[in-house]
């Protein structure tokens, strides 16, 4: 018994009396001699309830636990990266009942004039497949980017949502490629089929976000005007437009209320654009 926790019973907290006050403590030592926990892409994720804005039916779609992640940066065209987990597989969300599918922040935003040609054009003949995994696998993460898309066009979205789609798709596509490199070991001329269909997804994002910029307002894509046009500069450094994106670059750099930010991403970009033209140059 401790002395410290006597007459406690008296209360009608006897239990705690003979507890180690100092057994917490203890278990947090031990748990940081043994190192940190290395949690699996399952750990990371939940079954989340959604109800379907075209049929009304609740299904359950997987989604990132919140503060279960650990961010470890972006790529140059702002991709995000996660230790253990490539979180565009979870991006697109998919009703099982009627296919209809999109990104989960447009997901809920559906007319009722959309909704009637997703049931007429989707719902009437889609084959969806059915999985069972704890998780989604790249297979099944890409097709139900391909659903979203589709779903895009039927539904007649906007400009910058079917380019989003593009943008995703690419970014889930570069994923694919690394973890069929790292995991799967395959050879480059089997991985060069998934690198084209990065850069057509890439060059469609482009393209159409270009389009939006003309013709829809801030923000777009949940992106404000200075991200996205950095956004657009890095893809064209990536698809070789080295010209096209300086000239967005350029823009970036001399805006007067441009985020210090962006612009400091801007001339890191601005360096690597030079440099690459420098080394197309040497290889003509």
Request: neutral net charge; charged residues 30%.
């Amino acid at each position: 018994m401790s002395d410290l926790l006597f007459g406690l019973a008296a209360l009608g907290l006897g239990h705690l009396q003979d507890v180690d006050i100092f057994e917490e403590l203890t278990k947090k030592e031990k748990a940081a001699e043994a190192g940190p926990v290395i949690l699996e892409e399952k750990d990371m994720i939940f079954d989340k309830k959604t109800v379907c804005p075209v049929c009304d039916t609740e299904f359950m779609t997987k989604s990132l636990k919140a503060g279960k992640t650990r961010f470890l940066g972006n790529d140059k065209d702002l991709r995000p990266m996660y230790e253990g987990i490539d979180a565009q597989k979870y991006d697109v969300v998919l009703c099982p009942h009627c296919g209809y599918a999109a990104l989960g922040r447009y997901f809920p935003h559906v007319t009722t004039k959309q909704a009637k040609l997703i049931k007429e054009n989707i719902s009437k003949k889609v084959r969806l497949h059915t999985y069972s995994g704890d998780t989604y696998s790249y297979e099944e993460a890409l097709e139900r980017y391909q659903l979203a898309l589709a779903n895009a066009l039927v539904k007649q979205a906007r400009t910058s949502e079917k380019a989003y789609i593009c943008l995703k798709n690419a970014w889930l596509l570069r994923g694919y490629l690394q973890f069929l490199s790292q995991e799967k070991k395959l050879p480059e001329n089997q991985l060069e089929p998934v690198r084209e269909l990065e850069k057509a997804n890439l060059k469609n994002a482009y393209k159409g976000l270009s389009e939006a910029v003309q013709s829809e307002s801030y923000p777009i894509c949940g992106m404000d005007e200075g991200t996205l046009d950095y956004l657009l500069a890095a893809v064209a450094m990536e698809l070789g437009d080295y010209d096209g994106a300086g000239k967005i670059v350029a823009n970036i750099l001399i805006a007067p209320n441009m985020n210090p930010r962006i612009k400091d991403k801007a001339r890191d970009l601005k360096d690597e654009i030079v440099q690459k033209k420098k080394e197309a140059k040497k290889a003509e």
